[in-house]
């Protein structure tokens, strides 16, 4: 070790789920939406005025705050951008985590959050989600520098009410409190009803699942005035120009289109609820998720094995070595194609 290297940040960082190079593969490993963007994405983007590649974008992204904050009827002030979900999280952690208590996360969920939490020295507990993967509301009933949970939750699915999420904010009134609503476009209940409600709720969202736009990389936050203000606050601290301009003006093409959005996430829900019943037939256990993935585990299966298996029928999909659930595989929901082409090779495991 060099003398210099003593200097460097410790950390232990985050693992993407694998994006293979060979396209032959049945990819159901990422949550990645199975459909394509927009017509109006693409449509766009063929007609963008590339000269304006020499400027830099706007600061502000402010065509896009503007599209966000009209499709929920909110006001500019009360949202902020950035790219992807993870730029928006990272960049709240940063900004509203500062207490001495620690920050409360369940144990089993987005496995960025204890990521964030060590590079930015912020201390954090996991309370244990009961039996059934259910969050408890009494663990969050504590002493805290902020409390962070996405809704349905990842990698389980599962969801809670507003009713939930109101006891949690009414008992937290003095600390941040962060909805990460990745997958909340799948059939769960958005808590942003609630941000005029109560000042210390900060709502996360992306065009990574539901709106089919993971490779653009746009999250969005919504909250009182003042929390986005000073997540703008942060962000001019450390980086203007996060949004770029292709970016912008895409993810304004997309989310003016209600109608196509609505077609996709009903098709993703109706592949959903019947890959549940296959799953079933097939001797798989798995709650009721909510969400673009089903959190599978087999009675006589190893979890582990099976990934290996499917993985070399160049099926994709994610394994977690991780206490608790290293006998689950989180199954994103691609087309009805491949559904059954999934469905199809665990038959045949079952034979061999
Ligand atoms: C996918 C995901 C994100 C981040 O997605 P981005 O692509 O960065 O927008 C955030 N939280 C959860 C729980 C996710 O599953």
Redesign the pocket.
């Given at each position: 070790m060099r003398a210099w290297e003593q200097y460097f940040r410790q950390v232990e960082p985050y693992t993407p789920g694998e994006q293979p190079k060979d396209t032959g593969v049945i990819k159901l490993n990422t949550?990645e939406n199975p459909y394509p963007p927009a017509p109006a994405v693409e449509k766009a983007m063929q007609n963008m005025d590339f000269s304006k590649f020499r400027l830099y974008p706007d600061p502000k992204a402010e065509a896009l705050v503007e599209a966000i904050a009209a499709y929920y009827q909110l006001s500019k002030d009360q949202v902020f951008v950035g790219v992807?979900?993870?730029?928006v999280?990272g960049m709240s952690f940063l900004t509203f985590f500062n207490s001495d208590k620690p920050i409360l996360f369940p144990d089993i969920t987005?496995s960025?959050y204890d990521v964030w939490a060590d590079l930015f020295k912020i201390p954090y507990e996991r309370p244990v989600l009961d039996q059934t993967f259910q969050i408890c509301l009494e663990d969050y009933k504590k002493e805290n520098g902020g409390v962070i949970f996405?809704n349905p939750n990842?990698p389980t699915g599962e969801a809670v009410d507003l009713e939930f999420i109101k006891k949690v904010l009414d008992y937290n009134q003095d600390v941040v409190v962060i909805i990460?609503e990745?997958?909340v476009d799948f059939g769960a209940k958005s808590a942003v009803e609630l941000i005029n409600q109560y000042e210390n709720l900060l709502v996360?969202q992306?065009?990574?699942?539901s709106r089919a736009m993971?490779g653009m990389?746009?999250?969005y936050a919504m909250g009182d005035k003042r929390l986005i203000q000073a997540l703008n606050d942060v962000k001019y601290s450390y980086n203007s120009y996060t949004m770029n301009m292709p970016a912008i003006e895409l993810g304004v093409k997309a989310i003016e289109d209600k109608e196509y959005f609505r077609e996709i996430t009903e098709k993703i829900i109706d592949i959903r609820e019947y890959s549940k019943e296959e799953f079933k037939k097939l001797g798989f256990v798995f709650g009721d998720s909510m969400a673009n993935f089903i959190f599978v585990t087999h009675k006589e299966y190893q979890a582990e094995e099976l990934f290996e298996y499917l993985k070399s029928k160049k099926i994709y999909v994610r394994h977690f070595k991780q206490p608790r659930i290293q006998n689950y595989l989180r199954v994103t929901i691609g087309t009805k194609e491949q559904m059954d082409a999934l469905f199809a090779a665990l038959k045949n495991y079952q034979r061999a």
């Open positions: 949550n992807g979900s993870d730029d999280i987005y960025f996405p990842a990460d990745a997958y996360v992306t065009f990574s699942k993971a990389r746009i999250g």
